[in-house]
């Protein structure tokens, strides 16, 4: 049964400060790993997608990937009121696009102004 | 990204009753997936819809429950069969390994289902 866990939260951040958001995973076989941020009452919209270790940065994310400790994180730089959402980390066997997505239970993620 | 909708995008259905959801996307897709997000809880993976061919299922969701079609490169339907209040849930398509190369899995708006 593969899983993918994180850490529920809240986790409260001020304004312009770093959100350090983590996921760690059971399957080793996993290859594609993604973070996808959730607002109420909306469906998952992904921000990051990460295949290799080491540091992937777009914009204000950073997603950080070691496969030997299956470990994936995410940070936020500038924190902004706006971030403030459901964070899910979701992972896969194949390319991504090629298989269904495990995901973890979220990190509901406050950002204070 | 593909452009993806759904319909409808909530319904309220008394118990027993079936609720057909459609996928629809604006580009030609190899792979559309189907997940249920019950309240309060993450994504849960159903099934797998490949054109051409059966869906396949994953742990704790059948073919009866949960009928699946695909009958062309963009679009899908999900069926919610003799329901029950605890179907009541959000239901969402993704799409995924388009024709545009497409490694990520992006998601429609969703349908809100209430079982009373």
């Known amino acids: 049964q593969k899983e993918v866990e994180q850490n529920s939260g809240p986790l409260s951040v001020p304004e312009g400060a770093i959100a350090s958001l983590n996921c760690t995973y059971s399957?080793?076989?996993?290859?594609?790993f993604f973070w996808y941020r959730q607002y109420s009452g909306k469906s998952p919209e992904l921000i990051m997608s990460?295949?290799?270790?080491g540091d992937k940065e777009d914009g204000r994310f950073t997603a950080q990937l070691n496969k030997a400790s299956q470990y994936v994180s995410l940070l936020i730089r500038d924190s902004q009121p706006s971030d403030s959402a459901t964070y899910l980390c979701?992972?896969?066997?194949?390319?991504?696009?090629?298989?269904?997505?495990?995901f973890g239970k979220g990190t509901h993620l406050i950002i204070q102004p | 990204s593909a452009v993806i909708s759904q319909k409808p995008s909530r319904d309220i259905c008394q118990r027993g009753t079936s609720l057909t959801i459609q996928c629809q996307v604006d580009?030609?897709?190899?792979?559309m997936f189907w997940y249920r997000q019950q309240p309060g809880q993450s994504l849960t993976l159903i099934a797998t819809?490949?054109?051409?061919?059966?869906?396949?299922?994953e742990s704790g969701f059948v073919i009866d429950k949960f009928p699946i079609s695909r009958p062309n490169l963009t679009f899908s339907t999900l069926t919610v069969s003799n329901m029950s209040p605890e179907d009541s849930s959000i239901y969402l398509c993704?799409?995924?390994?388009?024709?545009?190369?497409?490694?990520?899995?992006?998601f429609g708006p969703g349908t809100r289902l209430t079982v009373t």
């Open positions: 993704s799409v995924g390994g388009g024709g545009q190369g497409l490694r990520e899995q992006y």
């Open positions: 399957d080793r076989g996993s290859q594609s």
């Open positions: 990460i295949y290799s270790n």
């Open positions: 979701a992972v896969n066997d194949a390319g991504g696009g090629a298989d269904g997505l495990t």
């Open positions: 580009s030609q897709v190899t792979m």
């Open positions: 819809a490949n054109q051409g061919s059966e869906a396949t299922y």
